[in-house]
Each structure stands twice: as C-alpha cells, then as structure tokens.
C-alpha cells in the first residue's frame, strides 16, 4: 500500500522503535563484551532456544544444528534465538556468524514481543559450505531484553541449518549509507523527443559556467556550449548547472553529454520514445490480476498460480465475510481485481483512482485534440483479452471495476448500497509470498463513504466508456454508481479506521473532495439536475486553488472532478470558467518545472516529499497534460516532457524509477512476489513498475529507511531496496498516472 501505514506486527516489514528504556551502563572501547552468551556454543545449547517444532543439536564440532521442517509459508514459523540482549541507545554493533545450509534465512535483533520491531533486519543466502556473515547496525534504544532471532521458515522442502561463532560486539564504526549517484551529468536515461526540450542538470562545484559537448554513438561532437551556475538545489543540497540542447534533432541512439571531464548515462533522441513505456505501464496490470492465473505466454517470466481462489493453503476471495471486529451476516464473492501493491490487499479507494485514470485514457484518446484512439484501441496491451474488439485499456479496467461492484454492500443490510472500504489479511503475509500461497484469513472491512464514492464516480464513467461495447454492463456501472451515490448521502461520515494489522488502513476524515468528484462524474453520464446542484453547491467547484501545491491523489480527489468536466464533451454549463480554473492551476507546475534546476514539477508547500511522491509528480503532469489538450499551448506539452525527465533519471540520484527503462532503473520495488532480491528464483517487478519515490516524511519510514536514510535532502531520501516500502514500494495508482502521462507523452 501507499501513503499511510499501520504500524506491522512482524518483523518483516516492523518499523523501528523510538521508545528509551533506562539507560544500560556504557561499554569502554577498549574492553568490548560480547552481548551474545555461548555463541561458539561450547557450553551446550546454553542461553539459545528454538521454535518447539525443532530440537536444537550441538555437534561433537561444537555448531548448532537444526532439522528445518518443509511446508511452512513463512520466515518466522521457525526460529531460533537467544532472550535478553542489552542494548545501547546511538551504540553501533557487529554481528557476526558463520552458517550453512541451503535455504534462506532471516538475522534480526530485535524487539523481543509484539510488534516485534527491528533494529537489524537481514536476508541471508546460505550455501551447504559454511560462511561468514556480518552485519553492522545502530541502536535507536537502550534496553536489556532484545532478541537475537534466526527465522528459518518458509522452505517447501526440509532441510538442515547449522549455526556457529555468534557474536554481537559494540563499538562498532557505524554504518554509513552513500548511494551511488553514477555521473554529475543527470539526463533523462530513456531519452528525448527529436523536437522537444532537452534539459541535463550537473552536479558540481563550479560556481561559473562550464564548456560541455554533446556526442553521438560514433563519439563525434554534434552540438556543444556552455552551462548555466543555478546555485544550491533546496531538494537535494547540492550545487548544480543545468544544460539545454533543444536544437539537436537528429534520432539516434547512444548519445552522451560531457561537462567538466565526466559523462553521462547514455540516451536516444527518438520520435517514438514513449511507446514502448507507454504500453509496459499499462501492461504492468495483468501480472497485478488477483482471481486469476497469469500465463508466461502473455508475461513471460510472471506466471504464476491463481492467487486467493480458495486453493489451499489459499482461503480464497470467493466467500469473504465481515471483519470479527465489524461483524456482519453475509459474505461476498471479492474475487478478482487488482492487488493494490507489494501486499495482497486489495482496497477500494486506490484501486478507484487506478481504474478511473485507465479509463481516462481510453477517454482522452477519443476527445483530445492530439488523441489517437488506435493507440489505445484492441491488441496493444500484453493481456489476455486482446482480439474481441474491445480497446484493451478497457478490459483492464473492467477486471478492477468488476472487483468493486462486487465490494457494494446487498440491499436489505445495514450500510446498503455503500461499499466496503477494502478486503485484505488478518495479519501481514511473508516476504516473499506468491499469492496463491497465502494462508492467511481474509475479510471485508467496514464500508466508508470515500469508497463508496469511488464506486459512484468511476461506476458513472465506466457507464459511459463501455456503453459502445457491452451496454449491458455500462448499465450495471450506472445502476451501482447512483446507489452508490444515495447510500454515501445517507451515510455521510463513515470513515475508515487508521489502525489495523494485514493491509494499509487508507485512511481519509474528508470525504468533500469524493463527493464532487463523484457528483461531476455522476452528471457527466446522467445530465441529472440532483447532480448537477450538489457539484456546484460544493466549494471546490468554485476553488481557484482546487489544484494544490500538493498535488493530489487517492486521498485528494476533487481535481478529478474538475478535470473530467474540463474535458468531457457534455455541454457543462460554465465549462470555459472551468477550463480556465485547470489551466490556471497547470501553470503553476509549468512554473515548478521552468524553475527548477531539475525540472520537477513537485514543490510541496510545506518542502517534505511525501510518500509516493513520484505519484504527485506525475499526476501535476497530468494537470499540464489537459492544459496543453484545452489551450493547445507548446510550453505545456513541453512542461509535461521536461517533468517526465525527472522520473527517467534527471534527478540527484541518477535514478530512473521506472523498472526496465533507463541505464540506472529501479529494480527491487518492495513486492511480495516481484521478489529477486530475496529469492533469486522469482522476478524483478516487470518493466514499466513505477518506484514509489523519495518520501523525507521520517514518521512514515520503514527500517531500511531509518538505517539508511537520516538526514536526507528530499531527492535523497530513497532507496532501491525490497524492504523499503515507504519510498520504493510499487502500487496501482502509481503505474495508473504513469500511463496516463505516457500515454499523453506518445502523443507529442
């Protein structure tokens, strides 16, 4: 999930703890203690303890070995240990040991009770030859009862693990974090339009101007100048130059731009340089499908079983029945839909943005001045739909849209009509876990007005979109998305928890902006009076400053609403005030990307980025889009492609965060079954994944984070780790506005 997190009570994805126990006495440098007792376990089993499934054996060698019984789901099902660690607050510790085996495994120190959160967390790759392993950390606590735990779990197979010279010294040189930021000469990795800007930013000392050159594959100059000194960058404190090259038109590929004796990643200049993302982010989908087994034939190297079908040790999504703490008296067959993101939760009030944006595209392509509906038409995605006359941006969206009427609660119970805000696991699911594999019990939570907005809203345009193709079902949208809309009048307050254990809570307390937009969306399809009056009694409808500073989101959605009636040909009464209100709020990102040295459209009022900020990135770009589609005005379009520079690699970390696209790309987007780097049998998430991106909201950090990460400039606080889920995790609503402005960029 994104944004917000409940605090997780396994260690697999534990936050680190701020709690301060008395202090312990300090140890002196120069008489370091080991903190593990019988480590070389020359006493026995001394002071060590095992899951009682298994019985702890020391060889006549003096090592500890374990019989690992197979068919267990997760890491931590069996455990070895030792109680009692005393730990100093800001003291830095090796650990140290030797191991074999042929499974993974998992070393944490941590605490030693729910919510068992960690203070070291590493994945182990054993071999059948004994190995050293070693692993530095910092305290955040002092306390004397942490644990030392070895979780040995998971394995199909059984198999045999052997431990030996265990050891936790203080005094330890801290752990120092330095991504590897690649050459001071950032350029969109993937590349440039022939007659679009084109923009570098380099980072130097240099406080004037620097000669740089412009190569071609074959190394010869094609175009050089000077460099512009903009000083220091606020978002990632550094000195930095920008460069333009604008007036290089010629395709080709493995260009390369020099500045000061360093070179940048290799790029194209290319007329078709989107498609090929354009078409992975919307096929990113299908592998995401919950209710159905994905074939290698469509996704190669993604198959994988049905997942949450009711196939053991899978409970299935087919008969799901009220949370214990919300009880009701039916059930629901939720299968199907869209995993959210790296968890197997599936929630509406995400996937109602995701599916809206998908279909918003299908819609753009038809109404826009520079739309092509054959790029959004039948047989253009890797699904297994295509050929039945269909666009497949639309059977994609239908499989989401199917999943939320199913949420909708039956008539004659409490809460009728509204929905229910998400269906997902009792507790937290193992990293790494196929879906089909999940054990765990799985249940409807209470419904909420903001989903059932959602359902309302995309219910009403997804009448619309399919009404050329399947009429009948363009009327079952419809019928739900106004009972929808009756059941969020008569419950207008129900909001969604924001605790919880097994999914995100996607909590909201303002449910203004869902109902505008559903109301916009609502009229849109119906013409209807009822709807027309309560969007324009609302006050965002007359908001010049609808579209924030912020950005908006799953979380924010009144921008939406004004965008769909800005641009759905519908005869809105008003609509030239309304198309003025968009493109007023797009330039202020068109000012964000001509000011900034790295052209992001993003500037926050408060200065933090957020969780999932490439998210709001992205859909500013959005904003820019429509602008460009109502004004025809050149600086808008390309505002939106100097803004797409920034998530191909032109930022402080040289990163490109999107999965196959660019020399630098994200590749361990924090996932359950795009696992490699804790399985190297599964995948990397599939090209066109987008990373969640910087998040310097430290309150919302995940270990890995907290280890890495204190003290970031916003661009920095990012890491291309599995385990980072709050600046690296992917989700559907991410890869949604992700396609929308490929989609938009394939056009230009």
């Known amino acids: 999930m994104n944004r917000v997190r409940s605090a997780l009570a396994l260690t697999a994805t534990a936050a680190l703890t701020t709690g301060l126990l008395s202090a312990l006495p300090a140890q002196a440098d120069d008489d370091p203690v080991d903190q593990v007792v019988n480590g070389d376990f020359s006493n026995g089993t001394t002071g060590w303890w095992g899951s009682p499934e298994v019985d702890l054996t020391v060889t006549d060698d003096q090592v500890l070995c374990v019989d690992v019984p197979g068919d267990t789901s997760a890491a931590w099902d069996v455990i070895v240990g030792q109680n009692d660690i005393p730990l100093i607050e800001d003291e830095s510790y090796e650990l140290t040991f030797t191991a074999s085996g042929d499974a993974p495994i998992r070393a944490l120190v941590q605490e030693p009770t729910e919510p068992y959160r960690t203070y070291l967390d590493e994945r182990v790759f054993l071999t059948e030859d004994t190995e050293e392993h070693a692993f530095v950390f910092t305290s955040s606590v002092s306390r004397e009862d942490a644990q030392l735990a070895f979780q040995i779990g998971g394995s199909d197979d059984p198999w045999t693990f052997c431990l030996d010279e265990v050891s936790l010294f203080g005094g330890a040189e801290p752990p120092v974090y330095e991504p590897d930021t690649g050459p001071p000469v950032r350029v969109n990795q993937v590349g440039y339009v022939p007659d679009g800007p084109k923009h570098a930013t380099v980072v130097t000392d240099s406080q004037g101007p620097l000669p740089w050159e412009l190569t071609d594959a074959n190394g010869a100059v094609v175009a050089e100048g000077g460099t512009e000194p903009r000083g220091i960058d606020d978002t990632s404190g550094e000195n930095v130059h920008t460069v333009e090259f604008s007036e290089v038109t010629a395709s080709g590929q493995g260009y390369t731009l020099s500045v ?15 498609a090929d993302l354009a078409t992975d982010a919307l096929s990113f989908y299908y592998p995401q499908r919950s209710g159905i087994e994905i074939d290698g034939a469509i996704a190669p190297g993604y198959e994988r079983e049905a997942g949450h079908v009711g196939a053991a040790p899978n409970q299935g999504d087919t008969e799901v029945t009220c949370h214990p703490a919300t009880p009701c008296d039916y059930s629901l067959d939720v299968s199907g839909g869209w995993y959210d993101a790296g968890d197997h939760g599936k929630y509406v009030v995400n996937g109602g943005i995701s599916v809206h944006q998908l279909m918003s595209i299908h819609e753009r392509s038809h109404t826009a001045p520079t739309g092509n509906p054959d790029r959004a038409g039948d047989s253009t995605l890797r699904i297994p739909e295509t050929d039945n006359g269909v666009p497949d941006v639309l059977d994609e969206a239908r499989w989401q849209m199917e999943f939320m009427l199913s949420m909708q609660v039956p008539e004659g119970e409490p809460f009728a009509r509204m929905v229910h805000h998400k269906v997902h696991d009792e507790s937290w699911t193992a990293m790494p876990m196929m879906p089909a594999d999940d054990p765990e019990p799985r249940y409807l939570h209470p419904p909420s007005t903001a989903a059932t907005l959602n359902l309302a809203a995309t ?24 009972l929808a809309w009756q059941g969020a009048l008569a419950h207008p307050e129900e909001y969604a928890s924001a605790t919880g254990d097994g999914g995100g809570p996607y909590n909201d307390d303002d449910v203004s902006d869902e109902f505008y937009w559903a109301a916009a969306e609502l009229y849109l399809s119906t013409a209807g009076s009822e709807y027309w009056d309560a969007l324009t009694d609302y006050e965002l409808h007359n908001d010049p400053e609808i579209f924030t500073a912020d950005g908006f989101d799953w979380g924010y959605t009144a921008p939406l609403g004004m965008l769909q009636l800005a641009t759905v040909p519908a005869g809105v009464e008003g609509v030239e005030e309304i198309r003025q209100t968009v493109v007023e709020g797009a330039q202020q990102y068109l000012a964000n990307v001509d000011e900034h040295p790295y052209g992001l459209s ?15 990135v992205l859909n500013n770009l959005v904003v820019l889009s429509v602008a460009h589609d109502l004004t025809g005005q050149d600086h808008f379009a390309e505002a939106v492609l100097t803004g797409m520079d920034y998530i191909l690699g032109r930022n402080a970390l040289n990163q490109s965060y999107v999965t196959g696209h660019g020399t630098n790309d994200a590749v361990n987007q924090h996932s359950r079954w795009y696992a490699n780097q804790l399985d190297p049998s599964l995948p990397n998430p599939p090209a066109g994944s987008l990373a969640g991106g910087p998040n310097s909201q430290t309150s919302t950090w995940d270990p890995t984070a907290q280890a890495n990460l204190t003290g970031c400039a916003p661009q920095f606080c990012y890491i ?3 385990d980072s889920y709050a600046t690296n995790e992917l989700t559907i609503n991410w890869n949604s506005t992700l396609a929308w402005v490929t989609a938009f960029a394939v056009e230009q």
Request: with cysteine; proline share 4%.
């Open 260 to 274: 000061d004796g360093e070179t940048s990643h290799p790029f194209a200049i290319d007329a078709d340089l989107y």
């Open 720 to 722: 291309d780790h599995i």
């Open 602 to 616: 993003y500037a926050p009022a408060h200065g933090e980025f957020v969780w999932g900020s490439n998210n709001l």
């Open 459 to 482: 219910g009403a345009q997804c009448s619309r979109v399919f009404a050329e193709y399947d009429a009948d079902f363009a009327a079952t949208c419809l019928d739900a998305a106004e």
